[in-house]
């Protein structure tokens, strides 16, 4: 009995590969967990789709994917001068984001991260003229500008990117690559066409991985299935029920990843009701789950467990037998799964 990660593989790899087809040059990122896939499945994916680059997020996973990867490894993470060493390969590049840390790295493969919009880190446009000197000391592969998600001030991604080219070139620095992150596809070529000498390397996770809702599914396996009548005690703090129902022990706890909710950045005024209402229903105990049941989501008996949830199903709703699977609405990018099957 587990939490399953169902995939329709020929439909995720065929959406892997209109991805790669509307962005030439695309270099897979493999992050975190894996985009819920796990590091070796997205590295033989990467392997599959015949990619020279596979992008990671810290020099730690870098260690880990350099046996299941035997392309270049790109370092997302910024070099930072004190880091605690990692043994890497030659074949790994390190990103960096300051002339000092340029200059800690001789010798090294490197790509420069420009300070762009998002105003995380990156080089300024005041540090140039000594990034033209720092550079001779490494092996320069590239620039890179990752940019935001969203833009409500209406401003243009490809007028930001084009900026940041014509500042690299007056400062006659190399243009040979590029690495861009959150550029749409026609963008990108927008972009080629006005720098044909340089090469544009989209850096894509979630849209390659996770771009096709419809090709994943997350599925808890039914433990138990128990009768409460209102007024009954159950779970870890004895809480009563609320009405006549059963409760529903389903795979897929606090390890997996369920309960686990990242803040979310809210426009308007329905998302923001909304969510002082789940706040509101939060405070007396009602949190909704993500498990699925008759067409509904269904709501936690109590917080999660570690490996197991208890869901609560009124009087009116048959349960699910033993053995069933009740579909979960998870992110992946949270959440650990116990099996995954290829279907």
């Not at 992050?31 to 020099?59: C, I, P, Q, W």
């Not at 000498?197 to 396996?221: M, P």
Request: proline share 5%; hydrophobic share 40%; aromatic share 8%.
């Amino acid at each position: 009995m587990a939490l399953t990660l169902y995939v329709d593989t020929a439909r995720w790899r065929a959406h892997q590969h209109s991805v790669l087809e509307a962005f030439p040059g695309l270099v897979p990122v493999c992050k975190g967990n894996g985009y819920g896939f796990g590091h070796e499945r997205l590295a033989e994916e990467a392997v599959r789709m015949g990619a020279d680059v596979l992008a990671v997020g810290t020099t730690y996973e870098a260690a880990r994917m350099k046996d299941w990867f035997g392309g270049d490894l790109l370092v997302l993470t910024p070099y930072r001068l004190g880091e605690e060493p990692v043994p890497l390969p030659d074949r790994a590049i390190r990103s960096v984001s300051s002339v000092e840390g340029v200059r800690g790295l001789v010798g090294a493969r490197v790509v420069v991260e420009v300070m762009s919009s998002m105003k995380r880190h990156g080089v300024s446009e005041e540090d140039l003229d000594k990034l033209h000197a720092a550079i001779e000391d490494v092996r320069l592969e590239g620039f890179a500008i990752h940019l935001p998600l969203d833009r409500t001030d209406g401003s243009d991604a490809v007028e930001e990117v084009f900026q940041w080219m014509e500042r690299l070139r007056a400062a006659r620095l190399p243009l040979h690559t590029m690495f861009v992150s959150h550029l749409k596809a026609d963008e990108q070529a927008r972009l080629q066409q006005q720098f044909p000498q340089t090469r544009f390397r989209a850096r894509i996770g979630t849209r390659l991985w996770l771009g096709d809702h419809e090709a994943t599914e997350y599925r808890g396996a039914v433990l138990d299935v128990t009768r409460v009548a209102k007024g009954d005690r159950y779970g870890y703090r004895q809480q009563r029920a609320t009405g006549d129902g059963h409760l529903v022990v389903v795979a897929g706890g606090t390890s997996h990843g369920v309960g686990l909710e990242a803040p979310k950045a809210m426009h308007g005024v329905m998302p923001r009701a909304k969510g002082v209402a789940r706040a509101g229903l939060a405070t007396v105990n009602r949190n909704l789950s993500p498990f699925v049941w008759a067409g509904k989501q269904r709501w936690f008996a109590e917080p999660p467990h570690m490996q197991v949830s208890i869901l609560f199903l009124p009087a009116d709703v048959a349960p699910p037998a033993v053995g069933d699977e009740l579909v979960a609405h998870l992110r992946h990018t949270t959440t650990q799964y116990d099996r995954l099957v290829d279907r």
